[in-house]
């Protein structure tokens, strides 16, 4: 139906979502990865045969380039017959309101029992990438969003990359931190889901898991794998200071008062 020169949408079943590239609902996908082959025309149709094997049609290698050394990377184009309901899909979300720099400030001080909320962060493991530990506690933050060091409310201490779970916890202890926030840049091999899982079980086995928030953040993390993996919330891409401190100042104000403790 044109409407004033113009063709009307069609209507999206929520209940019926596929992909598509050109078309509504044509099923085009995009595939790309390597494989441990010579670069030639065996190397795309063994990615058409593995696109097949995947319930995809009509592969097709719209680039393939030799990585040398008997391995090629392809892009596949194909087409999936798959659709999701929309309308049932539910995902867990960091549950607070988002404040500002100010409002935090606020909330501690009416909330806060009059001392400052320590927090405590690390890069674990073997972890050596302290970029988004430091975009998150120092005060210069990022994307001009202040952090955590730039709130009058926080006590921030930074252990920086490479501290075994151990260390954390005993550091943690010692500085009386409210809060452990740990980064995981380095995501080979799932080595941030065994080194993040380590650490709660540690926590667990030193009976101090239910003393602490325990936040987690990085490029693979999301707050459902962080629940996944014994956390108390998580961070993914995009995630700045704000974030972070709004989540911070609540859920500990929360967790006094289901503990019953003063604030």
Not at 30 to 43: I, Q, T, W
Not at 160 to 177: I, M, P, S, T, Y
Not at 198 to 227: K, M, T
């Amino acid at each position: 139906m044109a409407v004033h020169g113009r063709t009307e949408a069609q209507p999206i079943d929520l209940t019926q979502v596929r992909a598509y590239g050109d078309t509504l609902n044509d099923g085009a996908i995009a595939l790309s990865f390597s494989l441990p082959v010579p670069y030639g025309d065996e190397a795309k149709e063994a990615a058409r045969q593995l696109v097949r094997q995947m319930g995809l049609h009509d592969p097709q290698v719209y680039h393939a380039h030799d990585l040398g050394e008997g391995y090629t990377w392809l892009l596949v184009y194909a087409k999936s017959p798959y659709s999701v309901d929309f309308t049932k899909i539910s995902v867990p979300k960091v549950s607070n309101h988002k404040l500002s720099h100010a409002a935090i400030e606020d909330y501690w001080h009416e909330h806060g029992g009059g001392e400052k909320l320590r927090v405590i962060g690390a890069c674990t493991g073997d972890d050596a990438h302290t970029v988004g530990i430091d975009a998150i506690l120092n005060y210069k933050g990022w994307r001009g969003d202040k952090g955590l060091e730039s709130y009058k409310c926080f006590a921030v201490k930074n252990l920086g990359a490479q501290v075994e779970n151990d260390r954390l916890l005993a550091e943690a202890a010692a500085f009386g931190a409210d809060v452990i926030l740990v980064s995981q840049v380095v995501t080979q091999k799932d080595c941030h889901r065994t080194n993040l899982a380590a650490l709660v079980d540690l926590a667990e086995a030193e009976g101090a898991r239910g003393e602490r928030i325990f936040l987690c953040g990085g490029p693979r993390l999301s707050h459902p794998i962080a629940l996944e993996l014994g956390f108390d919330a998580g961070f993914g891409p995009g995630t700045v200071p704000s974030d972070v401190a709004s989540y911070l100042v609540q859920a500990v104000v929360q967790r006094r008062r289901e503990n019953a403790q003063p604030i």
